[in-house]
């Protein structure tokens, strides 16, 4: 069973800056793409961006020019970057392989103040 634990997030004002970090047990991490999701209230999880295991990128419109993701396979380790934060980035923030294994963590929370 892959684990899946996330954390960096926070409350912030618009315009500020978050770093989330999501560490992943197991071997298989450098062989995979590893993508970051998002949920907000009343919504349905949506994927924001995904590394391959190449480091490939590719980010959801709303996010492009402002979030990066990156990737430390020494570490079994991804990160998203996220600079210029809009209250819509307001939501819980998961990481999965892309496509989604059936094993989720437990988010971090990412709330954005205007």
């Known amino acids: 069973q892959v684990q899946l634990v996330e954390s960096g997030g926070g409350l912030v004002q618009a315009g500020e800056s978050l770093r989330l970090s999501c560490v992943t047990s197991?071997?298989?991490?450098?062989?995979?793409?590893m993508g970051w999701y998002r949920q907000a209230p009343g919504k349905q999880r949506e994927l924001v961006a995904f590394?391959?295991?190449?480091?490939?990128?590719n980010y959801v419109d709303s996010v492009k020019g402002r979030f990066t993701i990156s990737r430390d396979n020494a570490k079994n380790t991804a990160y998203l970057q996220m600079n210029s934060l809009k209250p819509e980035d307001t939501a819980v923030y998961y990481c999965?392989?892309?496509?989604?294994?059936?094993?989720w963590g437990q988010g971090t929370q990412v709330t954005v103040s205007s």
């Open positions: 999965n392989f892309w496509p989604p294994s059936p094993y």
């Open positions: 197991g071997s298989i991490f450098s062989r995979n793409t």
């Open positions: 590394i391959s295991s190449g480091r490939s990128t």
